[in-house]
């Protein structure tokens, strides 16, 4: 069933055409954003092999455990956990992959907290 929310279209277009030049490598994958009303989303992703290396969520036992107040501050944390996991399977550069969304509010805080955790994009 296709979409007819035209908010959701448009998003979509966006993500599209980001899509064209934005591309995951073994060397440098791409770390993909999305956000819904309450939850926000990441996953590195390597493009060629079609793999998922790592994925963290609001929605997972180590947010869940963790009393963080704040939409922003869940998603700064969200960043720092991506960019721990990341290092433990010996990623350090990734491509930014903001998912359609202004590189604002949320979808800035989840980068900020990736590189503060030691990711380089």
Do not use: W
Not at 23 to 35: D, I, Y
Not at 45 to 50: C, K, L, R, S, T
Not at 109 to 115: C, D, I, N, Q, V
């Amino acid at each position: 069933m296709g979409k007819t929310n035209p908010k959701e279209i448009a998003r979509e277009k966006r993500v599209k055409r980001i899509r064209k030049n934005i591309t995951g490598t073994p060397e440098r994958p791409r770390l993909r954003v999305f956000k819904s009303a309450r939850h926000i989303y990441c996953q590195i992703i390597d493009d060629v092999a079609g793999n998922t290396l790592a994925a963290m969520s609001t929605v997972d036992k180590v947010m869940l455990a963790a009393d963080i107040k704040g939409k922003a501050d869940k998603a700064h944390q969200v960043g720092v956990k991506i960019a721990e996991l990341a290092k433990n399977k010996g990623i350090e550069k990734v491509v930014f992959d903001r998912g359609g969304y202004l590189y604002h509010g949320r979808v800035k805080a989840l980068s900020e907290g990736a590189r503060e955790g030691g990711l380089d994009f």
